[in-house]
């Protein structure tokens, strides 16, 4: 499976163990429509081991722990189930640990789907999978949202009440280095003397490490992403990438092509939108045409995504520019790309190309849409030899 990715379950009980190099620690949320728990009883781990419909069963170390989900006995309400998973080591990330979640029929262990969250870094938890009702069919969903506080950030996330031990003898906030935020299941009493621990406070909405629209205009550094989201609710209107560029010698025009190329969720190419092909997905992605000489001010081309009527096959966006010339891109000056709110024409997020290679194209931005239904926004600046959109598919669908 690839992020975003969902299969129809044809049994009504899986397991989903989750491996890595290192030790993982495995838990699952029952949540309802509002994306929360009805109470902490729906936080499933290993203090807490059996919920309604949902048990853990831990791997002793020498297994991977796992979740079983009877979809015939969760409760009425519960839309969703979310498996996560977090390494064992206190504040260990998961740089360079490509942990592996694996879908089984519980009852015969056959494989239903795998699935490897890609380009993980900073993570200290990660919600791995989902089952979900959908239209009265449980469905299996690929996810790898990141957290990078621990699961105290998905679990505050999904509304469970997070505690934490009272320290002994520590050093005051101010006097030692930030630490990660403590991990949830550790509030659990260990003997029947433990005494009260008080309630950490909420984590904050930055949790995922993301940033948001909230704060007004974004500029982004290459591979910087910024979750398109503003007030809490996901933008899904109709925006706007505006390119542009300028010629790097005067008087030498510069010949270029941004295009748009759209993918499924298993990375499949759906079509592209370039100079050649204004329209596609039935009009909720157009081009504004071709400008063959780079001069002027402003955005050279302009493509408009209608985000909310984009067909929900539709999960990844690259855009692209390309010399179909042969100029390579160190003669291109001031290239740079912006995502603008298409209703008011305010600039939402910009990116500006600092660095050039002697290549014939480059991947400027991507647009992910995450199983929560938002969309994020990354920048790329990642040089193709490739003159023509059709060269660029296979590289970009690699970047997803």
Request: charged share 20%.
């Amino acid at each position: 499976m690839t992020p975003g990715s969902n299969i129809p379950l044809p049994v009504s009980r899986v397991t989903v163990d989750v491996t890595a190099p290192v030790r993982l620690d495995v838990s699952s949320l029952l949540l309802t429509a509002d994306g929360k728990v009805r109470s902490d009883d729906d936080f499933i781990f290993y203090n807490q081991p059996t919920g309604p419909g949902v048990t853990y069963r831990s791997g002793g170390g020498t297994a991977p722990d796992a979740i079983t989900i009877d979809t015939a006995a969760v409760p009425p309400g519960i839309e969703k189930i979310v498996v996560t998973a977090s390494p064992d080591a206190a504040g260990q990330s998961f740089q360079g640990i490509e942990p592996t979640a694996t879908i089984r029929n519980a009852d015969d262990n056959a494989i239903l789907a795998a699935f490897t969250p890609p380009r993980l870094g900073t993570e200290t938890a990660l919600v791995i999978v989902e089952v979900y009702l959908r239209n009265g069919v449980w469905k299996a969903r690929a996810v790898g949202q990141g957290y990078a506080n621990g699961l105290a950030g998905i679990a505050t996330d999904f509304g469970v009440s997070v505690e934490e031990p009272t320290p002994a003898a520590q050093p005051t906030p101010a006097a030692q280095p930030p630490a990660p935020a403590a991990d949830p299941r550790l509030s659990a009493p260990q003997s029947p003397a433990a005494p009260p621990v008080p309630p950490m406070p909420p984590a904050p909405p930055a949790a995922t490490g993301k940033i948001n629209l909230d704060k007004g205009r974004v500029s982004l550094q290459k591979n910087q992403t910024v979750s398109l989201v503003k007030g809490g609710a996901p933008l899904l209107s109709k925006v706007q990438m505006g390119l542009g560029w300028e010629p790097a010698f005067r008087g030498k025009d510069i010949d270029l092509d941004a295009s748009v190329i759209a993918y499924g969720p298993q990375r499949n190419h759906i079509d592209s939108c370039y100079f050649g092909k204004l329209s596609i997905v039935n009009g909720a992605i157009k081009h504004s045409g071709d400008n063959l000489t780079g001069e002027g001010g402003g955005d050279d081309e302009v493509i408009t995504v209608d985000l909310g009527r984009l067909p929900q096959e539709v999960t990844g966006l690259v855009f692209t520019v390309n010399s179909f010339s042969g100029q390579k891109f160190t003669e291109v000056a001031k290239a740079y790309c912006r995502l603008i709110d298409a209703s008011s024409g305010e600039e939402l997020v910009r990116f500006d190309l600092t660095n050039a290679e002697a290549q014939t194209g480059v991947m400027m931005a991507k647009l992910i849409k995450q199983f929560s239904g938002e969309w994020d926004m990354t920048a790329m600046g990642n040089f193709v030899k490739s003159r023509t959109v059709r060269g660029m598919v296979k590289p970009a669908a690699e970047s997803l």
